[in-house]
């Protein structure tokens, strides 16, 4: 509002000066016509001067409140809080802390585990050999639990942090897998069954085709072998 009123007073200035220029010199009054026109002139200029001025406060760079450090931890939270894996450090007193959002919402806390899973700990405490690709089996919301795969990197003391942890959902993989074997199990039993019931129905139609027939003794030894043979167990 401090910038807007007197720019407004310099271009209404600047108007009436246009306005009464041309009348003034008119009717023969050049030395107020003169006036108005260095009246004018100088409004334009200091309008000038304050567009300038406004410009360059536009395109200053002004100095961030922020520190350059504390803009990059602020840039790595967020990108750690939008990872959907679960992310976790342990630091050199032994307590575990949820580095992203999934992971405090996985164990419902804000930054220390304050009862970590046994199963969890375990994890850690094993050889990194053996540790890098566990598979453990977390409590989640509702009362369920979901299997993930761990896996585990050294912190190197740096920052405090001793180890890192990030926790993959492999429970719809599980699912997918138990799902495609039992699909290739029902496709092996149905050809099998298909295969045992082939010769039978085969049978099934002779002998009844034999039995429409005028019956012989022949046909009558051929119905009873059609017979036995589809009542043999296989």
């Not at 009436?16 to 003034?24: F, N, W």
């Not at 896996?151 to 920052?159: E, K």
């Not at 139609?205 to 009558?220: I, M, S, Y």
Request: charged content about 15%.
């Amino acid at each position: 509002m401090r910038v807007v009123l007197p720019i407004l007073a310099k271009v209404a200035g600047i108007i009436a000066a246009c306005l009464l220029t041309g009348p003034a010199w008119q009717n023969g009054f050049f030395a107020t016509a003169v006036l108005i026109v260095s009246i004018a002139v100088f409004c334009m200029a200091s309008l000038i001067t304050t567009q300038l001025e406004l410009l360059r406060r536009a395109q200053r760079q002004e100095l961030s409140v922020v520190q350059p450090a504390d803009r990059e931890a602020l840039l790595n939270r967020a990108l750690l809080d939008h990872a959907p894996v679960p992310l976790l450090f342990q630091k050199t007193d032994g307590t575990l802390h949820a580095a992203n959002r999934a992971a405090r919402r996985l164990f419902e806390t804000e930054g220390r585990l304050t009862a970590p899973p046994s199963s969890l700990l375990a994890v850690i405490e094993a050889d990194k050999s053996t540790s890098e690709h566990a598979v453990i089996r977390l409590p989640s919301s509702g009362g369920s639990s979901r299997v993930y795969a761990v896996s585990v990197g050294q912190g190197g003391c740096v920052g405090g942090i001793v180890a890192y942890l990030a926790l993959m959902d492999v429970e719809a993989r599980i699912n997918a897998a138990e799902a495609q074997a039992l699909r290739e199990l029902l496709q092996i039993l149905s050809h099998e069954i298909m295969n045992s019931l082939t010769p039978i129905v085969s049978l099934s139609a002779t002998a009844a085709d034999l039995f429409g027939e005028v019956q012989t003794h022949e046909k009558g030894l051929m119905i009873g072998e059609a017979l036995a043979t589809i009542r043999t167990p296989r």
